[in-house]
């Protein structure tokens, strides 16, 4: 298949989904080079964070094998003595920190902090005060928005308090604090203990909005879902890619690396039929 240079995108955006995002993953290993993807700015949200790193170093494969091997030595996703034993992080913390440090070593992260413009969202609780708490029913808000509104744009958390910051993870990179942006990105209260990034609680970015565009937002935008959504919106400047039926992960379990890979594989196959779509569009 020739390299197509007739699809043209400034920016790329990686919704989340936790392990689901391994078919953003896919869909990208198959799709970037045939359509030169090369976008000026990346912004990206949760698991998506990880997905759009990858993306930049061109390691998302080498993060698909890590996170497999993780998850091979996994047979449960609870650990009865985890917030005993370290500090209140739980499992899928310290594994997923594990990953992403593994991953994100120093050559990587200058790879990172010479790339694009790569903006990563984080969500901030109504209070610092009771985080957990009012992070808890800031999931609570966004569970029941995307399942009776079902568009990656919403609004009900925000409406209890929650607000979203869009933070340079070149900059952070820069200064060795990669991982801690990822790791930071992807916080579910209250399954996961609350991070700070500059003094301020942090909880998942997915609860403001599941495809944060970048700032500034100028030209076409590719938008990776990783979920079906009911109600897209219908905007000339952008194109929603999304999986056509679930994704083979679940969002949470670390313990099946074969559904990681298969998530991939799914994805694989989503790009190359937007290939096949593309070349017949523009015969």
């Known amino acids: 298949m020739t390299s197509r240079t007739d699809i043209s995108y400034a920016q790329l955006v990686c919704s989340g989904g ?4 391994c078919w953003q993953g896919g869909w990208l290993d198959v799709v970037r080079d045939e359509i030169a993807l090369s976008p000026d700015r990346i912004s990206a949200v949760s698991g998506g964070a990880l997905t759009a790193a990858g993306f930049v170093t061109r390691s998302g494969r080498t993060v698909l094998d890590t996170m497999c091997a993780a998850f091979s030595a996994l047979d449960s996703n609870v650990d009865p003595h985890e917030l005993i034993e370290d500090e209140g992080l739980s499992l899928h913390q310290r594994t997923y920190r594990e990953i992403v440090n593994d991953v994100f070593d ?14 990563v969202l984080l969500g901030h609780p109504p209070t610092d005060t009771l985080a ?40 952070a990179a820069a200064d060795g604090k990669l991982a801690d942006l990822i790791c930071a990105a992807a916080v579910i209260p209250p399954l996961f203990d609350l991070p700070e990034w500059d003094g301020r609680k942090i909880i998942d970015g997915g609860m403001s909005d599941q495809a944060p565009l970048p700032d500034p937002d ?49 994805g694989e196959k989503a790009g190359r039929r937007f290939l096949e779509s593309t070349a017949k569009n523009s015969g």
């Not at 120093?106 to 903006?119: I, N, Y």
């Open 218 to 266: 100028e030209g076409r935008s590719l938008i990776l879902l990783t979920r079906d959504y009911k109600s897209v919106p219908e905007i000339a400047t952008r194109d929603y890619i999304m999986p056509d039926k679930a994704v083979p992960a679940d969002k949470i379990d670390f313990t099946d690396p074969d559904k990681l890979r298969q998530s991939w594989a799914t």
């Open 106 to 119: 120093a050559s990587r992260q200058r790879e990172v902090a010479d790339g694009p413009s790569f903006q």
């Open 18 to 21: 936790g392990t689901r995002c």
């Open 132 to 171: 957990k708490f009012t992070g808890t029913a800031a999931t609570m808000a966004y569970e029941a928005e995307l399942h009776l509104i079902g568009s990656p744009h919403f609004n009900w958390a925000e409406r209890l308090g929650v607000r979203a910051s869009l933070i340079d993870a070149r900059a």
